[in-house]
Nanobody
Framework: QVQLVESGGGLVQPGGSLRLSCEAS????????MGWYRQTPGKQRELVAT???????DYPDSVKGRFTISRDNAKNTMFLQMNSLKPEDTAVYYC?????????WGQGTQVTVSS
């Protein structure tokens, strides 16, 4: 079992930045593939970024060049640096952890981009 706790969400103006954190309650954090997803009301949850156990990252075109995912295995923590935020980035952001067939989700943190 892995418990994931997100933090760092909030209200930011367009063009601003936020940094999300996700702390995992598990040793061997380094073997997990970690990711961020987001969801708005009435829409499916969509992938924002992933980072594998060896540090490989992937992003959809909608956030590429603006968002950066990273991890600190010594602290069992993953981060999402979000720059140049747009109103369409407004969503609940969820932390995800995967290992083989197992997948775990955090409770989500709200990000609102508005002037």
């Amino acid at each position: 079992q892995v418990q994931l706790v997100e933090s760092g969400g909030g209200l930011v103006q367009p063009g601003g930045s936020l940094r999300l954190s996700c702390e995992a309650s598990r040793n061997n954090f380094n073997i997990l593939t970690m990711g961020w997803y987001r969801q708005t009301p009435g829409k499916q949850r969509e992938l924002v970024a992933t980072i594998t156990s060896d540090g490989s990252t992937d992003y959809p075109d909608s956030v590429k060049g603006r968002f950066t995912i990273s991890r600190d295995n010594a602290k069992n923590t993953m981060f999402l640096q979000m720059n140049s935020l747009k109103p369409e980035d407004t969503a609940v952001y969820y932390c995800n952890a995967r290992y083989r067939i197992l997948t775990y989700w955090g409770q989500g943190t709200q990000v609102t981009v508005s002037s």
